[in-house]
C-alpha cells in the first residue's frame, strides 16, 4: 500500500501525536510506502527540544513533505499553523496514495479532506485531541465559537469513511455534539521494546511525570501535593520531563513551596532516557484533565510503573485497581494521600508495577499495526466496490 499520513503536528514538536504516528509508520514501513503531509518547523523549534535543524530520517520507505507554515501559541512552545490553500493535492498525486490517514482538522488536516476528494481515494480521520481543551489557546472566547468549533469538527469528521479515537470517551463525546460517522476505538501503538522494566535499576526518584508543561496538563496539582507526602516522606524527589509554557510558573511555584531540592526538571529527552528515566522512579504521577490516552502514561506502564492518575477524559479506561490508582481532578490533598500510600507500601507498588507492565503489552507496536492495516485495506477494498 502507498499511505499518505497528513497531521498539523510532527517532530520537532513535543506531542504524544508525533510520537505515535512516527511509531506506526516506521512498523507499517516494513511493508508498505509511507509519506507525511506535515508542518515546516523553524530552527528555534529544534533548537527548543535541542535537536539540529534538519529533517529527520524513518527510513527509505518514508518520506516526508513540508508545508509552508506560522507560528501559533499552544502548550508546546512549537505549535505551527498552516494556511490551507487547496492546491497542495497536485504534490500528493505524484505519490498516487491508496489512502489517506489524516491526524488532525486544521489547515494540513483540511489539505488532507480535498485531496482525498480531488485524487480519489478513501480517507480515515484520528482525532487525538479533546476539542474543550485546546480551545483555550483560541484568542477570542464566546459560547458561540467554542460551539461553532466543535460543528466544524464533527462536519470535518463527517467526510471520513471511518473516525477512529484512542478512546472511547473522545468518539461518544464527539457523537454527542452530532457527529454522524462510523467509529472505531484505537490505541494509539506503544514501544514496548523501548520502554519496558530494566535489569539494572538504581532509584533517582520517587515520582515522575512526563509530557508537555502546559495548564491542562495540571502538573500544578502535583506540586501542591508535594508539601503534604514531604511531611512523611522529607527527601521524596519528583522528576518532570518535558517542556512547555508554563515551564518558569512551575519554577516559581517550586520555590514558593519551598521544594527546590524535591523537584528536578528533566528537560527534553529522547524515549531511550526516558524509559531509563522511568526505571529509576518509583510511581508515575498524572493531574491532566486532557488526555485522551496519554501516551507517557502507557510507556511508564509498559516500563514497569503503577501510576496515580485523575478520574477524567481517557484515563480510567486505561487506568484499573491492578495497575493503577484514580483519584478526583484538581485535588491536591487526595492525590497525596495515595502518593504516601504507594511510596509506603514497596510490595503493592511493585505489585502494581508489574501488571501494569503485562497490560501494557496489548497495545503494542506489531499489535496495532495489524489493525490498521487491516482498516487500511477494508477502506481501500469498500471505496473500490462503492
Known amino acids: ?26 512498523e507499517l514501513s516494513r511493508r508498505h510506502r509511507i509519506h507525511f503531509y506535515v508542518p515546516y518547523y523553524s530552527k528555534a523549534n529544534y533548537k527548543f527540544v535541542n535537536a539540529l535543524p534538519k529533517e529527520i530520517d524513518l527510513g527509505k520507505n518514508i518520506e516526508i513533505t513540508r508545508f509552508f507554515s506560522l507560528p501559533v501559541k499552544t502548550g508546546t512552545k512549537q505549535g505551527r499553523m498552516v494556511i490551507p490553500n487547496g ?6 498525486k505524484k505519490f498516487n496514495p ?11 488536516g483540511l489539505e488532507a ?46 467526510k471520513c469513511a471511518l473516525v477512529t479515537a484512542p478512546s472511547k470517551i ?36 520517587d515520582l515522575i511525570s512526563a509530557g508537555r508543561l502546559a495548564p491542562e496538563r495540571k502538573t500544578k496539582i502535583i506540586i501542591k501535593a508535594l508539601p503534604l507526602v514531604k511531611k512523611k516522606f522529607p527527601n521524596v524527589k519528583l522528576a518532570l520531563a518535558g517542556r512547555g509554557i508554563e515551564e518558569k ?25 526516558l524509559n531509563q528515566a522511568y526505571n529509576s522512579s518509583k510511581i508515575f504521577v498524572i493531574a491532566s484533565t486532557s488526555e485522551t490516552q496519554s501516551l507517557v502514561t502507557m510507556q511508564a506502564m509498559a516500563a514497569g510503573l503503577p501510576v496515580i492518575g485523575v478520574r477524567a477524559m481517557a484515563l480510567p479506561e486505561y487506568l484499573s485497581n491492578n495497575h493503577g490508582i484514580l483519584v478526583d481532578p484538581d485535588n491536591s490533598d487526595l492525590l497525596a494521600e495515595k502518593i504516601i500510600y504507594l511510596l509506603a507500601n514497596r510490595e503493592i507498588r511493585e505489585k502494581m508495577g508489574q ?8 497495545f503494542s507496536i506489531s499489535k496495532i499495526t495489524e489493525i ?7 477502506a481501500i477494498n469498500s471505496y473500490k466496490d462503492h
Open 113 to 158: 479532506l480535498w485531496t482525498a476528494h480531488r485524487l480519489k481515494v478513501p480517507l480515515i480521520g484520528t482525532n487525538h485531541t479533546a476539542i474543550k481543551e485546546f480551545l483555550r489557546y483560541f484568542p477570542l472566547r464566546t459560547v458561540f465559537i467554542d460551539n461553532l468549533i466543535t460543528k466544524y469538527v464533527n462536519w470535518y469528521y463527517s
Open 355 to 362: 501488571e501494569a507492565c503485562r497490560f501494557a503489552q496489548n
Open 98 to 108: 491508496d489512502i489517506i490517514h489524516t491526524q488532525l482538522f486544521f489547515g494540513v
Open 372 to 378: 490498521w492495516e487491516n482498516i487500511y485495506l477494508t
Open 249 to 273: 510558573e512551575l519554577k516559581q511555584l517550586i520555590h514558593k513551596l519551598n521544594l527546590d531540592n524535591n523537584v528536578v526538571f528533566l528537560g527534553f529527552v529522547n524515549q531511550s532516557v
Open 87 to 92: 492546491f497542495r493535492w497536485i504534490k500528493v
Open 1 to 26: 500500500m502507498r499511505i499518505a499520513i497528513f497531521s498539523d503536528n510532527f517532530y520537532p514538536e513535543l506531542s504524544g501525536i508525533s510520537d505515535s504516528i512516527i511509531t506506526l509508520a516506521k
Open 170 to 205: 473522545v468518539l461518544e463525546e464527539m457523537e454527542k455534539n452530532g457527529l454522524v460517522a462510523n467509529t472505531k476505538t484505537i490505541s494509539n501503538p506503544i514501544d514496548t521494546v523501548t520502554f519496558q522494566p530494566l535489569l539494572k535499576k538504581s532509584v533517582e526518584y
